[in-house]
């Protein structure tokens, strides 16, 4: 059974900083990629960033810049340091990690509140 568990999200004033963690655990044969997505008031949910071989990123272009994601795949762990926080990065946070038990699937994390005031 694999889980995501992420932590870190919060209240936080515009202009501040947080740092998300999601941690992977179970039978996880290989990683492909880990990311964060998120989900804002009547939004559906975007990607924020994605890190790929523990290597190649992707933003988003709002967060571009702003966030940096890294993971470190011995500890089947992804981070995401977010800079410059504005009331529009307010949502709820998800993890997200493909992974290889038998074969590769996605697996989400429950999600973290992360609300930005103005």
């Known amino acids: 059974q694999v889980q995501l568990v992420e932590s870190g999200g919060g209240l936080v004033q515009a202009g501040g900083s947080l740092r998300l963690s999601c941690a992977a655990s179970?039978?996880?044969?290989?990683?492909?990629?880990m990311g964060w997505y998120r989900q804002g008031p009547g939004k559906q949910r975007e990607l924020v960033a994605t890190?790929?071989?523990?290597?190649?990123?992707h933003y988003a272009a709002s967060v571009k810049g702003r966030f940096t994601i890294s993971s470190d795949n011995g500890k089947k762990t992804v981070y995401l340091q977010m800079n410059s926080l504005q009331p529009e990065d307010t949502a709820v946070y998800f993890c997200?990690?493909?992974?290889?038990?038998?074969?590769?699937?996605?697996?989400w994390g429950q999600g973290t509140q992360v609300t930005v005031s103005s």
């Open positions: 890190i790929t071989a523990g290597i190649t990123t």
């Open positions: 997200n990690g493909i992974f290889k038990t038998d074969l590769f699937k996605s697996y």
């Open positions: 179970g039978n996880i044969d290989s990683i492909r990629s």
